[in-house]
Structures are given as C-alpha cells and as structure tokens.
C-alpha cells in the first residue's frame, strides 16, 4: 500500500503560525497603562474649604429651623391634640426627614460639583448663608424669631412679649406732636446723657426716656423734692459715692445737668442689680425709691416674684412707670434710627418698630 501524504496546510496559515512562533513570550504579566498621578492635596486649604462649607450649611439651616419652627408653633398654638399638638408633631417629624434628603441630596450634589473644581461646593454653602443673613434683618424674620423665642422661652417669653406689647401700645397712645416738642427739648442735654450712659453701661435711649418721663426735659424742683432732668431725691449713699467719683467737690449740684444725669444713671444702675437686671423691676424700683423698705419689700411682703405678679398690687401711678418710661425711650430710638417718627398703626411700622426692638430689652439676635 501506498501512503499518503499528510495535508499541508495553506501557506497563508504556515507563515501565521511561524510568526506566533517566533514571537517572544511575555513573562506572565501584562502591560499596565500608567495612570495619571493626582496632584498632592492642600490639607490646609481642604480643611478650610471644609471648614466655610459646614458653617455656611449650619447657619443657612439653623435660620430655616428657626423660620419654620416659629411659623408652625404659631400656626398650631393651642392644647387641642388634633388640632394643634398632632399637627405640630408631625411637622418636626416632617422637618427630619426632609432634613435627611437634603442632606443626602447635598452630598451627591457636592461630589458632582468637586469634578468641576473643589471651591464651588463651600462658594455655594456661603452664598446660602449670605441669603439666610439678608433674611434675618427684614421684618418677617423678626416675626418668625419671635414667635420662635415664644415656643422656647415658655412662660418667661410669654411674659416678655405681654410686657413689651403694652409698651408698644402705650407708645401708640403718645401726642405725636407733644413728642416731638420734648424730643427737640432734649438735644440740649443729649450729650451728658449720652455720657452718663456710656459710664454706666445703660442703652442711651433708655435713660433719655427716664428723663422724659421724670422732668419732660424742664429741670426743676418739685413739690416732692425731686430735683433736675431725674427729679433726684433720695438715693443710697453706694449710688452717690459712684457718681461723685466723676466730679469735683464744687461739682456736685444736682442743678448742674451734668452731674444730675450721671446720678440718675447711677441710681438706676443700682437698683437694675438690685433686681438682678430685670428692667422693668428696676425702674419700678427707681420710681419707688427706699421708702418703706423699698420694691424687694413689698414683693416679699405679696409673694410676687415678677413685674406681671406685683402689677396687680400697685396703684396706677408706680403700676405703669415702667412703660411709660419705655414707652418714651421707644420713641427715641424710632427717631433716632428713622429720623422721624412713625405712627405705629400705618401700614407694615407697628412690625418696623418691633424689629427696632425696646431700649434696655435683651434682644440676643442683635447681640
């Protein structure tokens, strides 16, 4: 028998498998394609922009928790569980939860922008923050605040804001034209009021209204014994010693503007401690005086603890010293600040004037 050759394979085919043959074989591992190295990071400069994007997105979000918190707990103030308890419960459950989303949302978003360049995320976080700050000095945020201070401040806020409401009414209830009279009157003793203050750490606009209320700006001796711009009379030997350290011997009249404006400041500085810096306590101490014992006195004497609790004790005059005395101090700082001034009841001013705040008043969003 014959053999027969094998089959040849096609010349074409011969000379790729010659070439795979004579190709060297790697060494096992594949060639890698060199990545990009990342440019070393700036911790300084990441923490800082770290730093400004959680201050802007804290101070846009305490802004918002205040504006909506504010609104709601006016919106669903009452006792009644399902008209107002169930409701404003479900809002704070509602505000968590799109707090959550937002936050996540945020922090999607933040790893999209950072492609684009790492300052946009904090640029954006502070630009919501700057909007946040414009809101906060118009009249519908000091609004939201208060009904805010309201829901957290329990009965201490509520006494405030009743207070400072009859303040506001009986500024209401002022002779526009009277005012102005008495205003024009005190420029002539503006400046060692302004003095006196300073020297006794008292808002200026506070003691110009004690002395509108004690002298209306006529210095003189009353029938009582008061003398000057504060009617001075008697007033603890401490307070004299702490104006007098101001003034020379000679200097010491109680006609002299001057001298009768630091000892006005004085007293009331001493009995604004006395009652442990309630202002409105304080001036009613003021007008009182040590006279049968003095306000501590008869407040120990009726069980009150508070202005709101011995108003009901006292007679109409002492009763309502204090707003009238800020009643007037308002009034100054409504000139002062608009150089005019406003009618409480025209258009948005009653909101204007609350948003300018009450002299002597604790105000802690403009501290």
Known sequence: MTSTPPPQSPPEKQQNTAKRSARPKSAGKKKTRKKKKKPPINLRHE????????????????????????????????????????PFASGILGLIVLTA???LGWRRLRAWLKNYSANIPPAIALGMALLAGFFATQDRFTQAFGYYRTLVGG???????????QVYAAYRRLNTAELQKMIDRAGTYRAVIDEAAAAFGIDDDLLQGLAATESSFLPRESIDGGN??????????????????????????????????????????????????????????????????????????????????????????????????????????IHEKEGRLLAYEEGKNALRIQSLGIPGLVEEIRK
Do not use: C, W
């Open 47 to 86: 923490a800082l922009r770290l730093s400004l994007e959680i201050l802007g997105l804290i101070f846009s979000g305490v802004a918002a928790i205040i504006v909506l918190l504010g609104y709601a707990a006016n919106r669903f103030s009452g006792t009644h569980f399902f008209s107002s308890l169930l």
């Open 101 to 103: 989303i937002l936050l």
């Open 155 to 165: 009965k201490e806020e509520a006494s405030r804001v009743t207070l400072a409401h």
């Open 228 to 333: 000057g711009l504060f009617q001075i009379t008697r007033v603890p030997a401490t307070v004299t010693a702490a104006a007098e350290k101001f003034f020379p011997p000679d200097g010491r009249l109680l006609t002299d503007p001057r001298y009768n404006s630091f000892l006005g400041a004085a007293t009331l500085k001493h009995y604004l401690a006395e009652m442990k810096d309630d202002l409105f306590l304080g001036l009613l101490a003021y007008n009182i005086g040590p006279k049968n014992g003095g306000l501590r006195f008869i407040m120990q004497q009726y069980g009150a603890t508070d202005f709101i609790t011995i108003q009901p004790y006292l007679q109409q005059l002492p009763r309502d010293y204090p707003i009238r005395v800020l009643s007037y101090s308002l009034a100054f700082r």
